[in-house]
């Protein structure tokens, strides 16, 4: 129902506001030839916005091997196997910062662009970094 009303809309705008049947065509042939653009470009907004709300997987880290691009700072948990549970990134145009925490147990590395270091055995390695926006790479060390 939405896609027809949609359809129309856009047929009526490209027609000079003509009714379906003042242009001519059959309401079948309306419909097909006006949903295929609409539900197109509908699929291809829908899917770009979910992708860009979404944000970076933060549970494919959680075994400590990952790519991320990160846009903000994150927070996500890790497996305990590391002797933390908790990993914590923040960055700026010239560092990131990388901060581990479990139950009683605090470890940090501040790295900078295209640096490699570690936190309670998980390597980062920053990909790229500016002002708004880092790639990093996490991968086991143990």
Do not use: H, W
């Amino acid at each position: 129902m939405v896609q027809t009303t949609v359809a129309l809309l856009l047929l009526a705008a490209l027609t000079g506001g003509t009714s379906p049947a003042q242009s001519g065509l059959t309401p079948a042939e309306t419909r097909t030839a006006a949903l295929a653009p609409v539900s197109a470009a509908a699929t291809a907004t829908s899917t770009a916005a979910r992708e860009k709300a979404a944000g970076p997987n933060l549970r494919a880290c959680y075994d400590g091997r990952c790519k991320l691009t990160l846009s903000k700072a994150v927070r996500f948990r890790v497996s305990p196997r590391f002797g933390v549970t908790r990993l914590s990134i923040s960055f700026g145009r010239n560092f990131v910062r990388v901060r581990a925490t479990g139950p009683g147990v605090t470890s940090q590395a501040v790295l900078g662009a295209r640096s490699r270091g570690s936190v309670n055995g998980i390597g980062v390695r920053v990909v790229s970094l500016s002002r708004g926006k880092v790639v990093l790479r996490l991968s086991p060390i143990r």
